[in-house]
């Protein structure tokens, strides 16, 4: 989870899970060509899962594969079953499927695709890590009020330049190419991550009202006194997250199975992953 590195500035996506290996061969082919001094470090690699077993079924109707999944859930222990996703390709498909599980016994979650959680977690990360690139450009990816041809405008500018996206973004505001519409939404987007940045708590509650989070002063406060010895996101996780929240979510969801669109799956890992797919076979 990139959100969980404090050093993370830019990431370089190497292995390929969707490409045959002759087209990861004709792109390597190019990359030695375009770049022979640093071709080790961009060569692309056939993703390759070693540490489980593949098994395709099919059947004659949606009732009879219902019944093989609850037959395989039925043999998982609560842990089992807590590690355990089914992956469908529509949310209209979630209802039809957690329904017909729940008739026959087994205990079902719909796993959330709001990653609102996870931004939140960055954009505390930016209270005490005011100047992390990776971070500011979170928040700004998820600010609602600039529009997003906007925001592929100002991040390249950022990733060129050797400022800080709040400078890159006054930079922008007082160009006379940019409109006036965005000029007003860059403005509002500085105010907010200057407060976000300024070490007051009253401030820093503030920005987040700005950015639709809601976080009580008592938060910010243990969050601005934590160990700095901590890692970004153990000192957030800390002030954020109490024991009690912990335990009482943890008890309520042991033995569920998760469920979600396939779309709203990346970056989850499982050991037990079902997928159920469109595919016919003839």
């Keep these: 989870n990139l959100l969980s590195q404090d050093d993370v500035e830019y990431v370089n996506f190497v292995y390929c899970r969707r490409c045959p290996r002759k087209v990861l061969t004709a792109a390597n082919n190019m990359l030695r060509f375009m770049d022979p001094a640093g071709f080790a470090d961009k060569e692309l690699q056939p993703f390759k899962d070693e540490d489980g077993d593949l098994v395709i079924a099919s059947f004659i109707s949606c009732k009879a594969e219902v019944e093989q999944i609850v037959k395989l859930l039925k043999t998982l222990d609560a842990s089992e079953k807590s590690d355990t996703i089914i992956l469908l390709p529509a949310k209209k498909a979630i ?29 505390l990360r930016l209270v005490i890590l005011p100047d992390h690139p990776f971070v500011i450009r979170i928040v700004l990816l998820h600010f609602q009020n600039i529009e997003r041809k906007f925001r592929t405008k100002v991040l390249p500018m950022f990733i ?49 009202s700005e950015l639709s989070y809601e976080v009580k002063r008592e938060i910010i406060e243990f969050l601005l006194a934590s160990d700095d010895n901590l ?52």
């Design 95 to 123: 209802d039809y499927y957690v329904n017909k599980l729940k008739v026959s016994g087994i205990d079902c979650k719909v796993r959330a695709t709001d990653l609102s959680e996870e931004v939140l977690l960055a954009i």
């Design 160 to 208: 060129d330049g050797g400022d800080s996206l709040v400078e890159t973004l006054k930079r922008a505001g007082e160009d006379k190419k940019w409109q006036k519409r965005l000029k007003e939404t860059l403005s509002d987007f500085v105010s907010t991550a200057e407060q976000l940045i300024s070490n007051n708590v009253d401030s820093i509650v503030a920005g987040l």
């Design 231 to 282: 890692s970004a996101r153990e000192r957030v996780e800390s002030a954020l997250y109490s024991e009690e929240t912990e335990s009482d979510e943890d008890t309520e969801d042991t033995g569920k199975i998760e469920v979600m669109t396939m779309h709203s799956s990346k970056g989850l890992s499982k050991q037990l992953v079902i997928i159920k797919t469109r595919i016919k076979t003839y």
